[in-house]
């Protein structure tokens, strides 16, 4: 992301190649076995939105949703904490009525539309419903909750190495399996329009589980899928040129805890990941922390006063300085606009310093992780987070998973700006912010200058020199070019149209052919001139299948 409005409004088609039972009583049981035993917590906050107030007597509470819905026993985090949506909530106590689960440190806001819970689960606790009882002056309501059972180690949360080859599937480009999910009841006509290139065409979990058998033969190791997460199904009008347009790309969420309707269901999503494994293929979730959609709930409810920076109405907009970030001797105002400013008008930036959003999507993380069984996640505009909370994310990661890789986007094109946020040093702030990978875009962007003849080839081996910033170089993730780069901006077509032009001058010597250059050799031989010995540079990341680009897929159904 390296604009000041959102390019993924006008995001072309792409695909990008590139996780005992208890003897004591109640413990190991269900809460209908442990009758009704209860234990509650409760504690008055500080906290500017969370003053109660004496609700009406004609106002029974209700819950709306519960983040997470589940967890697990035996989890590094615990107590997970809960955000419980609904309405009248103020002076709420929260019950459980199973031994195996304790409940402490409720907070509600100002509005009583959120409350906050955290739940203690027994070690020794089985999987199954345990819910809560949420009691106010004015009545009762269930908080639905389950823990899980985990899945195998051995199969899922594998991470990601040098070894593995990456290909991105932006879902809704890619393949249309399940057409009942094409046009849900609350969608415009015209957001379904195949016709405007920024609206669904239709994509889905179910056409990327069909094909999987493909894309093994392709020789790719791992699936980056961009983000599944639910986003809104209405269109956006406007005078810009990147009107009429949807959210097909998945990166305007209204639901951190919900799959896209128009890709499946969870059970669909999870049905995908344990395919793909089973072929021996890796699943990357993209995720993106740092923002949500504009038609999110909180943006008009939010939990709390500072759940984001700013506010629908009145907000500053990031102005993209991001070299700021890199000084203690930056102008502050710029920098906080660089953490603070919203990405666009309609991406409402989420305020990590706030313990409560700092906690809430470290557990999404670690939930989306678990349910699925995933084996790298990739983290979207890492780098206008706080790198406090990209430490602590990485951290709590690691500490569940030991093998999990996350790769940060950091769009800039130096060296000295990538390599400040991948982990493995401390930078001026005392942070190491523990993050395994970040794309290698300086590299990209001198392949890109050197096979266009804008510099000569020397420049890919001045770039080396940078690598001295790096704490380990083959941990950088290379590429050929990915979803938000324009079609013109691949060094790999800059690299065939290279050997083309060179090749009257080469007759007689022994080279490769534009047609025996696959996407995948190009990365090896791109990864051969930025290293200096027999070793890997960095994993790989190969782009194929961009409508109006090349396409390493021939016979993808639609």
């Known amino acids: 992301m390296a604009t000041p409005f959102d390019v993924r409004c006008w995001l072309r088609p792409t695909v990008l190649l590139l996780l005992w039972a208890g003897l004591c009583p109640g413990l190991g049981r269900s809460p209908d076995e442990n009758g009704n035993r209860f234990s509650e917590g409760q504690r008055p906050s500080a906290h500017q939105t969370a003053e109660p107030f004496q609700a009406s007597q004609t106002n029974p509470p209700s819950v709306a949703k519960v983040d997470p819905p589940s967890w697990w026993a035996g989890h590094t985090i615990n107590p997970v904490r809960l955000l419980v949506r609904g309405q009248n909530l103020n002076g709420a106590r929260v019950l459980s009525n199973s031994r195996a689960l304790q409940v402490s440190e409720v907070l509600v806001n100002h509005a009583g539309t959120y409350l906050f819970v955290n739940v203690s689960i027994n070690s020794k606790a089985r999987p199954g419903s345990y819910p809560l009882k949420l009691i106010t002056g004015q009545g009762s309501t269930t908080i639905p909750f389950t823990l899980q059972a985990s899945l195998a180690t051995s199969t899922n949360f594998q991470g990601i190495t040098a070894d593995d080859v990456i290909y991105l599937i932006m879902p809704d480009r890619f393949a249309d399996g399940d057409q009942s999910n094409n046009a849900p009841a609350n969608a415009p006509a015209a957001a379904n329009d195949r016709k405007n290139p920024r609206a669904y065409h239709g994509g889905d979990l179910r056409g990327v589980i069909n094909h999987l058998p493909y894309l093994k033969d392709l020789g790719v190791t791992a ?30 969420a209204i639901d951190y805890y919900a799959v896209e309707d128009r890709f499946g269901d969870l059970s669909t999503l999870r049905e995908l990941v344990e395919k793909a494994h089973a072929l021996g293929l890796k699943v990357i979730q993209d995720q993106v922390a740092n923002h949500v959609g504009s038609r999110h709930p909180w943006v008009t409810d939010p939990p709390l006063d500072d759940w984001f920076h700013g506010t629908l109405a009145q907000h500053t907009v990031n102005r993209f300085n991001n070299s700021t970030l890199l000084s203690p001797h930056a102008n502050r105002n710029e920098f906080r606009n660089t953490l603070d400013g919203w990405f666009s008008d309609d991406l409402p930036d989420m305020n990590q310093e706030e313990p409560e959003v700092a906690r809430y999507e470290i557990q999404n993380a670690l939930w989306w992780i678990g349910t699925t069984g995933i084996d790298g996640i990739r983290q979207d505009t890492i780098q206008y987070m706080p790198r406090s909370f990209i430490r602590d994310l990485s951290n709590a990661l690691h500490q569940q998973y030991p093998k999990m890789w996350m790769v940060g986007e950091v769009f800039d094109r130096d060296a000295a700006h990538t390599s400040f946020f991948i ?45 001295a910033l790096y704490p380990d170089p083959s941990r950088l993730t290379v590429f050929a070019n990915n979803h938000d780069t324009l079609l013109s901006h691949s060094a790999f077509e800059a690299f065939r149209s290279f050997i083309t032009a060179k090749r009257s001058r080469w007759k007689g010597r022994t080279i490769l052919t534009t047609a025996a250059i696959s996407p995948a050799a190009f990365l090896e031989i791109l990864a051969t001139l930025s290293t200096p010995r027999d070793a890997s540079r960095g994993t790989k990341g190969c782009l194929s299948g961009r409508v109006g680009g090349f396409v390493c897929e021939r016979n993808i159904q639609r």
């Open 223 to 252: 699936l980056w899928l961009n983000p599944w997460y639910d986003n809104w199904n209405g269109v956006n009008n406007c005078e810009k040129p990147w009107c009429p347009n949807t959210y097909y790309h998945g990166y305007h």
């Open 423 to 467: 982990g493995g040093h401390t930078g001026w702030d005392g942070i190491d912010t523990k993050l395994d990978s970040v794309f290698d875009f300086p590299l990209w962007n001198t392949s890109l200058l050197a096979f266009t003849g804008k510099v000569p080839l020397k420049a890919l081996r001045e770039q080396l020199k940078y690598d």
